[in-house]
């Protein structure tokens, strides 16, 4: 293995670790997509199988944390990307159910009764977190008037 493959390997750790912080997630994924697409196909055997890693830890952060249209849609476009690069026929099977689960995710997204958006949006809460930082905001004036 060359340096160069070695260089490769250590940028798809680095953006696997970025996955993990939900404001690099999109960027990241558009990294690894880049780079599948420049190298992938004169990739070693050895690089290849980071490649899929990597692109298995997107699924999974998809399945388990990110819920949000754009990420998902980050997600299936990696996702047909990779599906058509990859000779392996386990690894094209599993990103179809990957690519299969990204389009559920959207349509259902999609497919939302206007009402439950209508809730949601008159639930009173601007984001993720909020609640928690409306409590913490309150107890933090609570201890300000007892000083």
């Not at 293995?1 to 997630?25: A, C, I, N, R, S």
């Not at 990739?43 to 199988?49: I, V």
């Not at 692109?55 to 849609?73: M, N």
């Not at 099977?93 to 439950?116: F, G, K, M, V, Y």
């Amino acid at each position: 293995m060359d340096q160069h493959e070695d260089e490769l390997k250590q940028k798809l750790q680095d953006l696997q670790k970025q996955l993990g912080k939900k404001q690099m997630f999109e960027e990241a994924v558009a990294s690894i997509r880049s780079l599948l697409h420049q190298f992938y196909p004169s990739a070693s055997p050895s690089l290849r199988k980071s490649f899929f890693t990597v692109i298995s830890r997107v699924a999974t952060i998809l399945k388990t944390r990110y819920t949000s249209p754009g990420f998902w849609s980050a997600g299936q476009g990696l996702f047909l990307e990779a599906e058509q690069l990859v000779s392996e026929s386990s690894e094209r099977e599993h990103l179809r159910t990957c690519i299969a689960r990204a389009r559920e995710q959207l349509s259902e997204i999609d497919n939302q009764p206007e009402e439950s958006a209508q809730n949601r949006r008159s639930q009173g809460y601007l984001f993720e977190g909020h609640l928690t930082w409306t409590k913490s905001l309150r107890s933090l004036s609570g201890w300000f008037s007892q000083i």
